[in-house]
């Protein structure tokens, strides 16, 4: 969810609860101030009342009402009743309804007769108007907020346009792209600041990338010049006469290792290649055809060691790869099936639709099978491993969010590489 989404739905969640109470407060207001102006009435209605009462005292047992809404009746009582105030209800008969009524009773004595005076005020119709004038208090305060939240999604929105300028910015940015990024900016200090603080970090970052990218290619040219010259100088020695068994021998070691020595600096630099992400230009990779390329190069070394290639290639997916990365992932999976696999057994190579499964039989993993893709993690009883190969095909899957997965079938004594594109 967007900032801008997140903060208008947390300012209405906030503002629900706040018109809820408004709408309990102001009835309960309008409804007090409701009853205090009927109370005033009555009160004014029983001065009235007295004052008539005084004026022309009844002298019958039939007291006068002069009002429906007043009723008077004599009473013995010889103690002074204070006026009191209660809430009832009464049928009205134009309403043809019960309806709540406001009473206010009362003691008068005139003429030395004792009068009780109640007055009763229907209070329906203050209602009505309280109820309307409610609920139209209430839509405005809800079309209020509503134009509050409307107007400060707008003017968020566009405070916070520098920050979308900015992320924009971040995506198309390119540690190799040949250009400098630009960043907006803004007279907001804090999206001022941090327009400034990435203008700088990418600057430090392609200062950075250039140098590692000068640094590896300086590395891969001047560390395989010498190797190939220690290379050349062995076998002109090899050569030599006069060089008896054990000397041969030591030289055919230090051949071994310079090789070994060759590879891992290959491996090491590819790695680092990788990471930095100097392999930008990708294409497409029709990954069947390439994998029945890579499996001829290997036909004379299985025939040589009694090794059945069985394929089963019957879909040729395509997919947007950098072609020396592709080689470098499907070469290390099928030379570590080769490498690994008994002499006389079969391997077994299938290329789906959305996968590459390749099999070969062969002892259990002298390590851990977590350690499996982990650099220089490798069988110690095969000296010409380097133990990169499998940690590059990790890094190069990752890099095109690709998954790789290993089994091992222990009754089958058989090894499984899944590659799912």
Not at 92 to 102: A, C, G, Q
Not at 287 to 315: C, F, P, S, W
Not at 381 to 403: C, F, H, N, R, W
Not at 405 to 412: F, H, I, L, Q
């Amino acid at each position: 969810m967007k900032l801008l989404h997140k903060t208008t739905l947390y300012l209405l969640l906030a503002a629900l609860p706040i018109a809820l109470g408004g709408v309990f407060l102001l009835n309960a207001y309008i409804h007090r101030d409701m009853l205090y102006e009927i109370d005033e009435l009555l009160a004014s209605e029983l001065i009235q009342v007295k004052e008539q009462l005084r004026q022309h005292p009844p002298n019958t047992t039939n007291l006068p009402y002069w009002d429906p809404n007043v009723r008077i009746t004599r009473t013995t009582s010889r103690h002074p009743v204070a006026p009191v105030y209660m809430d009832t209800i009464a049928f009205d008969p134009v309403e043809k309804e019960r309806v709540p009524v406001r009473l206010l009773r009362s003691m008068y004595s005139v003429g030395g007769q004792n009068y009780t005076i109640i007055l009763q005020q229907s209070y329906l119709e203050f209602d009505e108007i309280a109820s309307a004038v409610s609920v139209g208090v209430i839509v405005c305060f809800l079309v209020v907020v509503l134009l509050l939240v409307l107007a400060d999604v707008l003017v968020t929105r566009r405070i916070w346009q520098p920050f979308y300028g900015i992320i924009h910015q971040l995506h198309q940015f390119r540690v190799d792209g040949p250009d400098e990024v630009a960043f907006p900016v803004s007279d907001v200090a804090e999206f001022k600041l941090l327009s400034q603080s990435l203008d700088e970090v990418s600057r430090r970052t392609r200062q950075q990338y250039a140098q590692q990218k000068q640094f590896t290619d300086n590395a891969s040219h001047e560390m395989q010049t010498p190797l190939s010259v220690l290379s050349v100088e062995l076998d002109l020695l090899q050569q030599s006469a006069g060089l008896n068994e054990a000397d041969l021998d030591r030289i055919h070691r230090s051949q071994q290792e310079i090789k070994r020595l060759s590879a891992m600096n290959q491996s090491l630099l590819l790695l680092a290649k990788i990471d930095n992400h100097q392999f930008a230009q990708n294409d497409s990779v029709a990954i069947g055809e390439l994998v029945n390329q890579l499996l001829d190069n290997y036909l004379d070394y299985v025939a040589h060691r009694d090794i059945t290639v069985n394929r089963m290639i019957k879909e040729d997916p395509t997919r947007y790869l950098n072609r020396q990365l592709a080689d470098v992932l499907f070469l290390n999976l099928i030379k570590n099936a080769v490498r690994h696999a008994d002499s006389g057994s079969s391997i077994f190579v299938q290329v789906g639709a959305t996968s590459f499964i390749i099999t070969n039989e062969g002892d259990p993993l002298p390590f851990p099978t977590e350690q499996l893709f982990r650099r220089f993690v490798r069988n110690q009883a095969l000296p010409q491993s380097t133990g990169l190969g499998l940690a590059l095909v990790k890094e190069i899957a990752d890099q095109y969010g690709m998954t790789v997965t290993y089994n091992y079938a222990s009754s089958m004594r058989r090894h499984m590489f899944q590659v799912d594109f």
